[in-house]
């Protein structure tokens, strides 16, 4: 009899109406965050309004649709992203990180051991997306200085912020979703409960040290030296045929011409870079500046776009530019070039060069796009520019300084004058462990063992010092303003909004799935797999599943949707609902396959010349390495 009514508790639900619309809104946000016809954001916000319209069958009330921008998640990621930015400000990171080129010298070994080293654990107290956007220069740098392709390092640089991102609660976003939809489901599953701050501490040490000796020892093994070990920009983007010198001929119609009015004249694809004159360069603000007649003009054209301008202005073809040098005058304070990665958070993706007014707004001309894993040489005006792209720009040092400051931009190589708040370390570093302490450390436990100690009673005392992580996060927000870290108008360019719309859209989703029974309907489906596999095995399939979902859309959506999804499986098949959520928290954080699943894997994209199967042929072991490590690991600490 028990076994008859264990059966039906367990059986599959049939399939609703309400379900069937929460179905259908999952299928058209996975199409729109893959195919990426809306800007992440704006799909977010789509999921949120269809759900909201859509009331009578996913009932979800206009509250709950807009809950997502109240959720404890969104305001504390807001928060540390805020603070994130605090410390980067000071410069601590980046120093770290210089260190890193004095212990390293030219063996890859050390390179390596000293980038997963300061990596790992600094992403685990820190954002570990805003660590790879610091550290991405530095450890350019180093791999140039030593005499090791970029290619060998960043990518590993990546996967290693995602390691260590594992080790606490505030390392990665994904975390403190997980942890605010886990201690959303309470009521219904007593086993969950939303994460301390060390809650998983131990097993984010075991996966960063396997994954930290995988990528030490193999994985730089798998990876190809895409971009040369000299640092020549002119041979690594082969611009050498799209880069002339023309001569102003006495009977060239562009005499007396502005640049910006000859620029003007010229077919679509062919740009007007630099003037010469009497040996003077002459570069941006250039639009002003009148032709004269034996003028020089740098121009980037093809072949066939570059003898029809000269032909067609009386110009005389003088060579094509073969280095940097030929590129850059001897004074380094006149010109430099440099790679500029677009974070997905620019306000430049979806642009063109052209609707951007790039060149006017910056004073920089860009030479070449490495845009998902291709070079682009020709035409740049009118190309979409995406997240993830790298410009290979030409400006003064002034220009490069301004850009550097600038959070459209992440500068591929160190400022020359970084312009960080030293005085101010700390400061930042005594707000954080500010935030981090009230959180971490039990002080009503402390409490108690000073008083069976002393005699003194300090629990009241003690206890009241314990708080929410929530509450900590705007507290050093506002500490790092008062103290001087952070200025008031740095505080909204500090937070990558499109993970906050992102994270308030997708939250009523999973109230949604919870609600109309839908993550019920599929945890039963799952849980009929047990009747022929062991659990250890399930919980490895929800890993593996979430992980390849996590590829496909974001890591935020994909905690979202697995987990009501798992905690019911688990609860179907008698197992532990809180180890399948770890599983689905760590395969999310943890996105190896591709330079999309998450953000760091595209700010190493094209620094590091990579095509989209290098990050396969080098993340697909370690996920199945870790994937194994994880879900031993959770066995282990908190059974299945």
């Known amino acids: 009899m028990t076994a008859i009514i264990l059966q039906s508790a367990n059986a599959i639900p049939p399939v609703t109406p309400n379900m069937l619309v929460v179905f259908l809104v999952i299928i058209a946000a996975i199409i729109l965050f893959v195919t990426e016809w809306l800007p992440i954001d704006v799909t977010a916000i789509a999921i949120m309004v269809a759900l909201i319209v859509l009331e009578p069958w996913t009932q979800i009330s206009a509250d709950e649709g807009i809950s997502g921008f109240a959720s404890s998640a969104t305001i504390t990621v807001l928060a540390m992203l805020i603070l994130s930015a605090g410390i980067s400000q000071t410069g601590v990171v980046q120093l770290v990180g210089q ?6 010298g030219e063996n890859l070994q050390r390179q390596l051991l000293a980038t997963v080293g300061v990596t790992g654990p600094v992403s685990g107290f820190i954002n570990n997306t805003p660590v790879v956007a610091i550290l991405v220069p530095v450890i350019s740098d180093v791999a140039h200085k030593g005499k090791t392709s970029p290619s060998k390092l960043l990518i590993p640089l990546s996967y290693a912020s995602q390691l260590g991102g594992m080790l606490t609660l505030i390392g990665t976003s994904t975390n403190i979703l997980a942890s605010d939809t886990a201690g959303s489901l309470s009521s219904e599953y007593p086993a969950l409960h939303a994460f301390s701050f060390f809650e998983f501490t131990q097993l984010g040490v075991v996966v960063l040290l396997v994954g930290g000796l995988y990528l030490l ?83 980037r054209a093809s072949g066939e776009a570059l003898r029809q301008f000269a032909e067609a202005e009386s110009l005389a073809i003088e060579n094509s530019l073969e280095t940097d040098e030929e590129l850059e005058p ?19 993706v979806g642009e063109t060069l052209t609707s951007s007014t790039f060149r006017q707004r910056y004073d920089a001309n860009v030479l070449a796009f490495r845009s998902h894993g291709e070079v682009v040489r020709d035409r740049l005006q009118d190309i979409t520019i995406r997240g993830g792209d790298t410009l290979l720009i030409q400006a003064d040092s002034n220009s490069i300084d301004r850009l550097a400051r600038n959070n459209d931009f992440i500068l591929a190589h160190e400022a020359d004058e970084p312009n960080y708040r030293t005085e101010k370390i700390p400061h930042a570093i005594a707000i954080m462990f500010g935030v981090v302490g009230l959180v971490a450390i039990p002080w009503p436990a402390l409490g108690n063992g000073l ?11 003690l206890g009241g010092l314990q708080q929410d992580i929530l509450v ?64 250890l095995l399930v919980l490895w399939l929800f890993y593996i599943a979430t992980g390849l979902i996590t590829e496909v859309i974001s890591n935020n959506a994909s905690v979202v949707l697995m987990i009501p999804v798992a905690a019911a499986a688990a609860t179907a098949i008698d197992a532990n609902p809180f180890a399948f959520v770890l599983a689905v928290t760590f395969a999310a954080s943890t996105a190896f396959l591709g330079p999309i699943g998450y953000q760091t894997n595209l700010f190493v994209y094209g620094p590091g010349g990579y095509k989209f199967s290098d990050y396969f042929r080098i993340g697909a072991p370690l996920q199945i390495l870790l994937s194994i490590t994880t879900v031993l690991g959770i066995a282990f600490f908190w059974g299945v």
């Not at 798998?222 to 001569?247: C, G, K, W």
């Not at 008083?451 to 005392?461: E, H, K, R, Y």
Request: aromatic fraction near 6%; proline fraction near 5%; avoid cysteine.
């Open 99 to 104: 260190r890193i080129s004095n212990f390293a």
């Open 217 to 299: 020892f193999i994985g730089h093994r798998l990876l190809p030296e895409r971009v040369p070990p000299e640092e020549d920009y002119v041979e690594e983007y082969a611009i050498q045929n799209y880069l002339s010198e023309l001569v102003v001929r006495s009977d060239s119609p562009l005499i007396g011409m502005t640049v910006e009015e000859a620029d003007g004249e010229t077919e679509s694809g062919t740009n007007i870079l630099q003037l010469i004159r009497n040996g003077e360069q002459f570069t941006e603000p250039l639009a002003q500046k009148e032709i004269r007649d034996g003028d020089i003009l740098l121009v």
């Open 330 to 348: 001897g004074d380094q304070d006149e010109q430099t070039i440099v790679e500029m990665v677009i974070p997905s958070s620019s306000r430049l």
């Open 451 to 461: 008083a069976s100690l002393t005699g003194v009673q300090l629990l009241s005392l």
């Open 472 to 535: 900590t996060s705007l507290a050093g927000v506002v500490a790092m303003v008062v103290a001087g870290v952070l200025r008031p108008g740095e505080i909204y360019d500090s937070v990558d909004w499109n993970v906050i719309f992102l994270l308030a859209g997708v939250i009523p989703l999973g109230v949604a799935l919870q609600q109309t029974g839908a993550a019920m309907f599929l945890g039963r489906v799952v849980a009929a797999s047990a009747d022929f596999l062991p659990v």
